[in-house]
């Protein structure tokens, strides 16, 4: 019996990087899984690769800051699949920016992609959760939402939101037997971070000085979040609600 037999799951962002970790995670671990995102190829191609390893996938277009998208999604899920028992909240986006070097255009992306989107999915997602008698969500946050670093102010501002968001969810729906958990990596190795790090003796400096911030002396793995997904989303946390759990390699426990 694996961890997540007979759940069924909605994975934003789900094309790349942790979101694609996770897809394959929860799948190999038995559950069914859909894969939303922007980039339907990404997800084509994430959803054959569960196909053919016995897992049931479904990839779907989706933009998670608009509501009738997030709604969408959430209906095709339980169509496909009968129900829908988890909901996470992956999508992201970056921007290296101070208040005072960011445009107001650049600021409101930020805050609508990571903010934005997981409060209108998991709006969406309530509704088959509470069908199901229950439910999970997973947000990916940051560790930037629990300390802060230069030149991050709306990533901080806008991830600090997901963490209480997190935290207020949890004890508005738990009569519901609805969780709400937190992951909170520091840098993790995807395609977004890779781009943070060019071949120059600079980028190489700035990777290695990067590195140095962690006790583990490397960098985070999607699998790495994808196994503690896995865990929040499975009966094994089934007393763990409104946490914000930092996965950093002991960055924060200076």
Known sequence: MTRLSGKVALITGGGTGIGRAIALAFARDGASVAVAGRRLDKLKAVAREIDQQGGAALALECDVTRAKDAERVVRETAK????????????????????????????????????????????????EFRKAGGGAIVNIGSVLGLVAMKDRAAYCASKGGVTMLTKAMALDHAHENVRVNCICPSIVETELVKGLFDDSEQGKRLKQSRMGTIPLGRFGKPRDV???????????????????IPLDGGLTAF
């Open 80 to 127: 496909k699949f009968g129900t829908l028992n988890v909901l996470v909240n992956n999508a992201g986006t970056l921007s290296v920016s101070t208040v005072d070097s960011i445009s107001d255009e650049d600021w409101d992306r930020v805050m609508t992609v990571n903010v934005k989107g997981p409060f209108l999915m998991s709006r969406a997602a309530l509704k």
């Open 226 to 244: 994808a196994e503690l997904a896995v865990f929040l989303a499975s009966e094994e946390s089934s007393w763990l609600t409104g946490t914000a």
